[in-house]
DNA sequence: TTTATATATAAGAATATTCTAATATGTTAT
DNA sequence: ATAACATATTAGAATATTCTTATATATAAA
């Protein structure tokens, strides 16, 4: 049963970076490919193809090959849920703080 | 707006480590001590210190001392319901593989 | 005020994560 | 076949996390 934790946390472990986060909150509604990623992120080729591969192996994302390009999705839209909640609670924070998401 | 990210990737650090998750779980109805988490856990209680430590410092727990005994309980529900959520897509995969959450 | 019980903090070794730079592989067009 | 474009992999320095050991602090009981 603490097998259950450890798989848990390893899941959890690929939300424990903004870059990753970043990449999800793109693919939430549609499939993106690497060279999309980079337009919207301004982030390197490199980083966004180490991200993805760590986001695969961990089967948060799935990839498909088109031609010269690879696009990426959501394996469930659970994933999204469970963003969206820890949202909530931040931006219920920075509203108690008198600020908002829009401002940051 | 990137800012954001950072915000979000450090509350999921939290949960990226199973030691934590468990102290979570068992936080997710009552109020605790650390003493009867020791007893739940069979862990040491500078490691549960510890942890509780840094939830803590990331709002994620507070504490409320009564007598000898520091209590702990959760800041919001909606910490457990991304944590069920996250518990769902396991179980699913597990469902998949043929395997069942309480075999492990 | 000393003792026992409960909890917290500090220091440091072992381990894991992240980014950058260099390079490799896969696909299409010429 | 080779050039051009798209993506993936490797290696390693910098940084962060985790656990253990030792010790400190806070409260209650004797």
Do not use: W
Not at 57 to 83: E, M
Not at 91 to 101: C, F, Q, S, V
């Amino acid at each position: 049963m603490r097998e259950l934790y450890k798989i848990h946390a390893e899941m959890c472990k690929v939300f424990s970076n903004s870059t990753r986060l970043e990449i999800l909150n793109l693919l939430r509604n549609k499939e993106l490919s690497v060279t999309e990623l980079i337009g919207k992120t301004k982030l390197s080729q490199v980083n966004i193809s180490q991200h993805l591969s760590i986001m695969k192996s961990k089967n948060i994302v799935t990839s498909d090959r088109k031609g010269k390009n690879v696009y990426y999705k959501l394996t469930t839209p659970k994933i999204i849920k469970a963003f969206d909640i820890i949202r909530e609670v931040l931006a219920e924070r920075l509203r108690n703080n008198g600020k908002t998401i829009e401002e940051l």
